[in-house]
């Protein structure tokens, strides 16, 4: 018998200018960028937390504390890196991660691709298991606006 679980992540981060805008591991130019203790990934640091919540392994700022200087500007895939440890010491594996970023602008389709490939290897699973969407709210909200980008992500972990 297979244990399946499955686990949603959400994560958030306001635009300042200026700043390196990096999703899915891909800079990404644009005037603005996350403001966060990490690279600001929203979109790995979703991953990350659909992984740990599927195992019920609390969430990425408990594991990595935006407080630790050891964390200040990490590349988040690093810390994908460190979950997807945490999952194989227990004995799980990634079946398939869907992922969606919302954000006004820039147009994000030109990234996709490699976005999965670089989540994909950090992961240690083929391009096919992971998702990548991105969606505009038309305007509304604080994504519409271009305050802020969020990400959300689902994942299915298996024994």
């Known amino acids: 018998m297979v244990d399946f679980r499955v686990g949603h992540g959400y994560d958030v ?4 200018d200026g700043l390196r805008l990096v999703l899915g591991g891909v800079e990404i130019p644009h005037s603005k960028g996350c403001i966060a203790h990490s690279d600001g990934d929203v979109l790995v ?3 990350c937390d659909a992984l740990l919540g ?6 990425i700022g408990q594991h990595f504390p935006d407080t630790s200087a ?3 500007g990490i590349n988040s895939l ?12 227990r004995g799980y594996r990634i079946g398939n991660i869907d992922s ?3 954000m006004q602008r820039p147009k994000l389709r030109p990234y996709i691709d490699q976005m999965r490939e670089r989540i994909a290897e950090a992961a240690g699973v083929s391009v096919e298991q ?6 505009t709210t038309e305007h509304l ?8 980008v969020s990400a959300t992500a689902v994942a299915i972990v298996m024994k």
Do not use: M, P, Q, W
């Open 54 to 59: 599927a195992l019920a392994l609390g969430d």
């Open 130 to 135: 992971v998702s990548v969407k991105a969606t």
């Open 70 to 72: 050891e964390f200040k």
């Open 100 to 102: 969606t970023v919302a």
């Open 78 to 89: 690093v810390l994908l890196r460190r979950v997807v440890a945490l999952l194989g010491e």
């Open 13 to 16: 981060h306001a635009l300042g």
């Open 141 to 148: 909200g604080f994504e519409g606006e271009e305050k802020g």
């Open 45 to 47: 640091h979703a991953i």
